[in-house]
């Protein structure tokens, strides 16, 4: 349990790591006034050619490769709500690496997620092993 929760807290770091990128390379790129498909081509030539952009792509798909990962070895129930943990390391990047204020409700927020992460675990801990299988014997 203990090496499956280091390589998702790995990953989880990969993700805020590629989203505070994202984030900052998407504002050099600027704002996209309306969704149209000339607009889309617009931020896509962009993006490809933007370091910030195409460095958040490359942690985003670290984090999709540890994902697979995780998700080879364990149950999806029992991963899946612990990806939310990423949101409380990306609220946290957001506060301290790209200065953005976060409000009282959205920390409420990040700590109600905190609080299910714990009890998925909890969860998982406490769950009773499979019995084990019935050997038949012939006679």
Do not use: C, Y
């Not at 984030?23 to 704002?31: E, N, R, V």
């Not at 896509?44 to 933007?50: A, K, M, S, V, Y």
């Not at 999709?64 to 149950?75: N, T």
């Not at 506060?95 to 409420?108: A, D, M, N, Y």
């Amino acid at each position: 349990m203990t090496k499956f929760l280091l390589v998702l807290l790995i990953a989880l770091v990969f993700e805020a790591i590629g989203v505070v990128f994202l984030s900052h390379g998407l504002k050099q790129i600027g704002d996209v006034p309306k969704v149209t498909p000339r607009e889309m081509v617009r931020v896509i030539q962009r993006g490809g050619t933007n370091p910030n952009v195409l460095l958040g792509v490359f942690f985003e798909a670290l984090f999709f490769a540890g994902l697979l990962i995780l998700m080879s070895r364990s149950d999806v129930s029992f991963l899946w709500p612990l990806t939310s943990l990423g949101f409380v390391l990306t609220t946290l990047a957001a506060k301290f690496i790209l200065h953005e204020q976060v409000p009282g409700l959205r920390w409420s927020g990040v700590v109600l997620i905190v609080l299910g992460a714990a009890l998925i675990t909890w969860s998982e801990q406490t769950k009773e092993s499979p019995p084990p299988p019935i050997s038949r014997t012939t006679s």
